[in-house]
């Protein structure tokens, strides 16, 4: 086990009801009189959700300020928008009402406030942020994790560049978190977000530290819960009990506690960014296609990890056969599962040309300069050869 240092100081509000004491949240933390609300579609004002989460804020005394129109793969634009109308109007605070795009979009905006630069240069690397405004979140979609992450990814629309930043700082204040609020999401986006969480968790799990067994074991039990939960959340959407699992797993597999002590990986979440970036995919779909390719281009870098991930979490039976079949019996299953959530496993069941695998390529290792991931550093080379398995059924 590697040395590390872990804290996550954002708290989470948990149950039913829970987006009516957003309005005393804000004034536990903050003295402010103004926050910029940032969110996605009118769906929250359909639904009564804005009114329900306005009252008890304005009851405060704090005045909002709306930032609507937020979209999947959040773009840059809107997070220049919101930074001018922060400034504009001595906006000190910012409440997040969505899922991961809304909550990514209201980090970028807290960080870009107090820069005197492009806020675009933290996602480049050229320079990182040091005072951000506080955010705070009620979140829609049990998906990306990014209710108490420390990570924010945003889309350049000159170019399609999407990119991230990670780091404490940006982690949220605190997060509402109510499963009746995903009872309306379309099976599409459950579907999306159950991916995006099992892959956050195989991200961590993939990895070249030794002796880790501890969150070996962690890993393993919420990827099983995942597994269970996400596809009754995908069935029988109105089930509450199944809808807080799966909440509660989203949020566990990407608050940090999972990787401590332990190299992460993060190669396939690189790979399927640019094809999100590039074609406007969504993320969890672009994860569904590149994690089974990724597998299988890597696994022999490790099949004893890779034997124990397919005996332990999809209960493949260790007289099965070889451990190469093991493997690929793993990978079928788990391609079996994100079919049953109605997601593409091959670039043509979403629609993507193979028209462009050097430039993703290209643009992910900044011209083969640097590879992306740590179980096995990809290249440019070996990221085009995954794209390439990206057109071949898992079946194979």
Known sequence: MDNFEFSNTTELIFGRDTEKEVGRKIRQYSDCRKILLVYGSERIRKDGLYDRIAEPVRAQGIEIFDLGGVKPNPRLGLVYQGIELCRKEEIPFILAVGGASVIDTAKAIGVGVPYDGDVWDFFMGKASPEKTLPTATVCTIPAAGSESSLSAVITNEEGWLKKSINLNLIRPLFSVMNPELTFSLPPYQIGCGVVDMLTHVMERYFTNTRDVDVTDRLCEAVMKSIIINGEKTYRYPDDYNARAEIFWAGAVAHNGSLNVGREQDWASHRIGIELSGKYDLAHGASLSIVFPAWMRYVYKHDIDRFVQFAVRVWDVDIAFGKKDEIVMEAIRRMCGFFKKLGMPVT??????????????????????????????PIGKEAMIRIYQMCSVNCNI
């Open 347 to 376: 670039l043509a069941e979403a629609g993507i040309p193979e028209d462009a695998f050097e430039e993703m390529a290209d643009k992910a290792t900044f011209g083969d300069t640097i590879p992306v991931g740590h179980f096995v």
